[in-house]
């Protein structure tokens, strides 16, 4: 059994309201030695979902109560980042067109090949690690931001946005050799080998607010 | 009573009065005393040349007062004539005293005299009668004769006005003689058919209309002549520039007083615009259906697909996990076992799914009668006419005699029918030149009766030929595949067959239906 970051266990969610499929997808998924579990509905689903499952989700789209394809919507807007395999019994072409937009990562028409199934897991599954591993970095770094104290965080943010030393001391008010003992503590408490290094975390920890406008905060 | 009234009597009673007076008083007076007075005068110088000349005189004068006085001018004159000819001429002279020997003489002349008068005044009487009775006559003649010239005057104004009317009307109007030849045609029809009134005329009128609808127009005019009834047809007529309109032609028989047909009228009424629509409105109906069909069979479709995509992902999957199970080192036999097991469970379960869907088809009702296949094919081609028409497309039947009947369903059967011939005049659309399609039957004697629909369209590949009457093959854009696939299923419940064939000059669909015992 695989485990991701050896927390979470690797795991297709598959939801389909007819039994007979979903035993059917779980005994297939099992033979090629991956772990599956079913449920009958979009809201048992989401009932049982906690931040730690990993893998991926196996949506019908005609499902009792929220569909399919509104259960992916609702995931985006929760920021859940699950890789979604959409499988249909009849695919218009808008749909599939809407479903891949939003970000499905298979748009698969019933009935299917095994061998389709299982590479869109298996595509899923590498989009979910790549995610997840992205996730880690971001938390790292975010974990080593906060051993920061507040007047380092100025300094980091303006290093980051390009100032001298020399500069930044103007800025603060505070003289050249302080601010490069300040610079020095950044340096050693994130991990940075350079400044391009530092530069990259602060892009990671804040992607919405280009490095340039930190100065403000 | 007023006074102005009185006096007005008065005056009309004397004007009156003296009217009659000059009438039988003044006016005889007058003329015998003319008579007489000459009569005497004449008598005394002729007295010395003959003797007793006052007797023609007086004769004479007596006539001539009867003549032209009347009866009182006669009486007065004989009576003046008697005291006349007492006091000059019969003795004693000169008195009104008569001779013993002169009295007869005298009472002869009186007598002959009052004869003459009644005489002549009634001869005179019936002259004037006559001559009254002749001027009356001829005042009668004469009005009837100024009656007639302006009753003549009036029918000719009366007429010009008709005529104007039926030049006036924007309608094509005939008249036909009792025999339904034409023998008049109003302006609009001449310049319409650019034709003169000649070429009209007769047993040519039927040329200016369609080839196709002339044989039945002249069916329909032929028993309308012999029931004598009204009579309508639709029919194209050919305009001067070659053109062919749809018209309404009605025509009206007109009896004479004995009941005989005297003429016929009609007229033409152009319904090329009310056709169109009528076209159009019938198209888009046929769309429609289509449509609908299109529809409920796509809906039909999906929800067949949906209901058998259920186990057949399910068996899929579980086939697919048997062969993994079985494939993996060490085998799993007993998840394998599971899963075959869950295979078959799912194909029994599409198994049903097919079982339902069949059994929803399966609702109609068995009908077998005995029919005649002619008679369908000939009520087919009433429904098909108008389709035909709009498609250019003309329709030759070619049916055998001594057909059995046979005991099938009338209405699947003309489906069929109805199918093979849509079929094939779909077929006909892309080509250039004559388009027909030639319905055929034929008996076959023990074997049934063949039927037979051949279009000259595209015609078909050896590839669409193997699956041509499956479900849902269709090599029409808008065709939902199910039109032959119907046709099939109709004739194999018939215990017939159904097959389709390249010839020289197009498509033949052909069928053939058993005999019953």
């Known amino acids: 059994m695989r485990r991701a970051n050896g927390s979470a266990i690797e795991t297709v969610f598959v939801v389909d309201d007819d039994s007979a499929i979903c035993a059917g997808l779980c005994d297939l998924l099992e033979s090629a030695g991956l772990v599956a579990r079913h449920f009958s509905s979009a809201e048992e689903f989401l009932g049982k979902w906690n931040p730690g499952m ?31 395999i959409i499988m249909t019994g009849h695919g218009d072409m808008p749909m599939v067109r809407k479903a891949l937009k939003a970000g499905a990562v298979e748009f698969l028409i019933k009935p299917f090949q095994d061998e389709e199934l299982l590479q869109a897991v298996e595509q899923a599954y590498t989009l979910d690690r790549a995610q997840r591993q992205a996730g880690d970095l971001v938390n790292s770094i975010q974990a080593r931001a906060e051993t920061l104290t507040a007047r380092e965080r100025e300094v980091m943010a303006f290093v980051t946005a390009g100032l001298t030393n020399k500069e930044i001391a103007e800025e603060l008010c505070l003289c050249v050799v302080t601010i490069k003992l300040h610079r020095g503590q950044v340096m050693r408490k994130m991990q940075a080998r350079s400044l391009a290094d530092l530069v990259k975390m602060s892009e990671r920890i804040n992607p919405h607010r280009g490095s340039c406008a930190v100065g403000s905060a | 009573m007023r006074p102005g009234y009185d006096a007005r009597m008065t005056v009309l009673t004397r004007n009156r009065l003296s009217g009659w007076t000059f009438q039988y008083g003044i006016k005889p007076c007058a003329i015998a005393s003319c008579f007489v007075l000459v009569a005497l005068l004449w008598t005394f110088p002729l007295q010395h040349v003959i003797a007793y000349p006052f007797v023609f005189l007086f004769f004479a004068a007596v006539m001539g007062s009867a003549w032209f006085g009347g009866f009182i001018a006669g009486f007065l004159a004989v009576a003046m004539s008697s005291v006349l000819i007492t006091y000059f001429f019969i003795p004693p002279l000169f008195s009104i005293t008569v001779a013993k020997e002169s009295q007869s003489f005298l009472a002869a002349f009186i007598l002959s005299a009052i004869a003459i008068t009644i005489v002549s005044s009634a001869r005179k009487h019936a002259e004037s009668a006559v001559r009254n009775a002749r001027d009356q006559l001829e005042a009668k003649v004469q009005e009837r004769t100024a009656e007639l010239l302006r009753s003549n005057l009036e029918i000719q104004a009366s007429e010009r006005q008709l005529r104007m009317l039926t030049e006036a009307i924007p309608q094509q109007i005939w008249r036909a003689d009792a025999f339904g030849r034409v023998e008049y045609c109003n302006q ?6 650019g034709g003169s009134a000649d070429s009209l005329q007769g047993e040519s009128f039927f040329n200016i209309l369609h080839a196709e609808d002339s044989p039945s127009l002249s069916k329909g005019w032929e028993a309308a002549l012999a029931a004598g009834g009204k009579f309508e047809a639709e029919a194209r007529v050919q305009r001067a520039d070659g053109v062919y309109r749809w018209f309404l032609i009605r025509g009206i028989p007109q009896r004479s007083q004995d009941g005989q047909i005297a003429r016929w009228y009609g007229i033409h009424i152009d319904i090329e615009e009310r056709h169109h629509t009528q076209e159009r409105i019938l198209s888009a109906h046929e769309d429609l259906s289509r449509f609908s069909r299109a529809i409920s069979l796509a809906e039909m479709a999906a929800s067949i697909a949906h209901e058998l995509n259920q186990p057949l992902t399910a068996l899929v999957s579980h086939a697919a996990a048997c062969r993994r199970w079985l494939r993996t080192e060490p085998t799993n036999v007993s998840r394998a076992a599971a899963a075959a097991d869950k295979v078959v469970q799912e194909v029994a379960r599409a198994g049903n799914v097919v079982t339902r869907v069949r059994s929803l088809f399966g609702k109609t009702d068995y009908v077998r009668e005995l029919t005649d296949l002619n008679g369908l094919i000939v009520d087919l081609v009433q429904l098909l006419r108008d389709d035909a028409i709009r498609r250019g497309v003309s329709i030759r039947l070619q049916l055998g005699e001594d057909l059995p009947k046979l005991e099938i369903d009338p209405v699947q059967i003309q489906q069929v029918l109805l199918n093979l011939s849509i079929n094939g005049m779909e077929a006909m659309t892309e080509i250039e030149g004559p388009r027909i399609l030639e319905i055929c039957t034929k008996a076959l004697g023990t074997e049934g009766v063949a039927a037979s629909v051949t279009d000259c369209g595209a015609g078909f590949s050896e590839r669409v030929k193997a699956s041509m009457f499956e479900p849902f093959v269709s090599t029409k854009s808008e065709g939902t595949g199910m039109g032959l696939a119907i046709c099939r299923s109709i004739v194999e419940a018939h215990n017939g067959r159904i ?19």
């Open chain 1, 54 to 84: 990993a893998g991926c989700l196996v949506l019908d789209v005609r499902l009792p109560g929220i569909n399919g394809m509104e259960l992916h919507s609702n995931l985006l807007i929760s920021q859940i980042t699950l890789p979604v």
């Open chain 2, 188 to 193: 609009h029809l001449l310049e319409y058919t």
């Open chain 2, 499 to 517: 097959w389709a064939e390249r010839t020289e000059r197009g498509t033949v669909f052909q069928f053939v239906l058993k005999v019953s015992k």
